[in-house]
């Protein structure tokens, strides 16, 4: 027998190193392709959506609406991030600009992940279309009423949720499971942020502050989500005065931007609803004649209603007609002298995903809307729409 001094001991267990924080990481993301060019009743060429979609109007063709790549991941236990560009931005006549939409890192306070800190340019939680993602919305562009209150519906600040786990999977699983939920926003959510809108410098020191609360709960066997909020801040805007309208603005352009928004949800399964309303002031030119050239913050309203049916396995993984109709009467406080909008619009659709990887989206829409570009005349006409996503 060998003695047991000779036999050489076993090899000792490898310690187990930490995953690197790269391959944590994942990518994902989509791209919209539009076409708006199709017959319609009443063609008007001098119909113009810039906030929502740069491709209406004369002499535009086909268009890249939104390029988008998310990487996210975490990098901690008690840390994630999410980075998403978009390579589809317009900057003046420059089409397909690689801008930055969100770049922000989730702080965890507590281990089951209840509780977070979101700091960085993101989703500012006010109203439920704003944070769904357009991934996700079945109406081409989101409702003038709600997306007036943020371009691009992002800001730099610092912002709190809350939301314990069980809701949390739920808020997961309304996206997951095609339902058209908006994402994980909270139960409750705080914060503060610039109040410029996005990648635009701070112009004050008068931040902005939003609280929201939103909570899905079943009724019966349907999904339901009732939500509320506001937030309260100063905007900072400059006039553009012509030879014929020397705009002038009041209180030095620093003029208070608030609102208040209540939301309500009945996810389709299979018939579903959908509808938002805010009130508040912003800044905006005004309507009478002793007004008509002074920019000041006066009062606005407005929201959109919405239904929806899902109809599943109907030639590809689901067909979701749908109606929506806007109203909102109110400044655009993003745009040159802030122009004030009466904005009265139809869109019927239909959504088709044909695989999770592909869907097409036809819409027809009904608008009567003020005009983005000097003098801001009142437009009609309609417009027939086709987009093509594809998700990866």
């Known amino acids: 027998p060998v003695p047991s001094a000779a036999v050489p001991p076993p090899p000792e267990e490898e310690k187990k190193k930490d995953k690197p924080w790269y391959e944590s990481l994942r990518l994902r993301g989509y791209t919209q392709i539009r076409y708006n060019r199709l017959p319609s009743f009443r063609v008007n060429d001098s119909l113009i959506n810039e906030q929502g979609d740069r491709f209406l109007g004369k002499d535009t063709g086909f268009g890249i609406r939104r390029a988008r790549l998310v990487i996210f991941g975490d990098v901690h236990p008690h840390v994630s991030i999410y980075l998403q560009p978009d ?9 397909n600009v690689a801008v930055m939409r969100d770049w922000y890192a989730d702080i965890f306070v507590d281990a089951k992940k209840e509780f977070r800190f979101r700091v960085g340019q993101s989703k500012v939680p006010f109203g439920f279309e704003n944070l769904q993602s357009s991934q996700n919305r079945l109406s081409l562009d989101r409702n003038d009423a709600i997306n007036s209150a943020l371009k691009d519906e992002r800001d730099l600040g610092v912002f709190f949720y809350w939301a314990p786990a069980h809701i949390r999977d739920r808020f997961k699983f309304l996206v997951d499971s095609g339902l058209k939920g908006s994402g994980d926003y909270g139960v409750v959510g705080l914060g503060v942020y610039n109040g410029q809108t996005a990648n635009r ?51 030095g352009g620093n003029l208070v931007d608030a609102r208040a928004i209540v939301s309500l949800t009945i996810y389709p399964q299979p018939l579903g609803f959908q509808a938002e309303y805010n009130v508040g002031r912003g800044p905006s030119l005004g309507t009478g004649p002793d007004e008509s050239l002074l920019i000041d913050s006066r009062n606005l309203q407005g929201g959109y209603a919405q239904l929806m049916y899902k109809l599943d396995g109907v030639v590809g993984v689901s067909l979701i007609p749908y109606l929506r109709g806007t109203l909102y009467k109110g400044g655009k406080k993003f745009e040159t002298n802030a122009p004030r909008y009466d904005v009265r619009e139809l869109e019927l659709g239909a959504e088709w995903q044909i695989w999770k990887a592909l869907e097409l989206t036809a819409a027809y829409v009904i608008a009567n809307r003020t005009s983005s570009r000097y003098p801001y005349e009142q437009e009609q006409g309609h417009v027939t729409r086709l987009q093509l996503q594809f998700n990866y």
Do not use: T
């Not at 390579?87 to 089409?95: E, H, N, P, R, T």
């Not at 006039?239 to 603005?249: E, G, V, W």
């Open 87 to 95: 390579f589809a931005s317009v900057i003046g006549d420059q089409y």
């Open 201 to 251: 410098a701070e112009r004050n020191n008068s931040p902005h502050g939003v609280a929201r609360v939103s909570y899905p709960f079943l009724f019966g066997s349907q999904y339901v989500e009732a939500g509320a909020g506001a937030y309260y801040g100063r905007f900072n805007l400059s006039a553009a005065p012509r030879d014929d309208a020397p705009y002038a603005l009041a209180r």
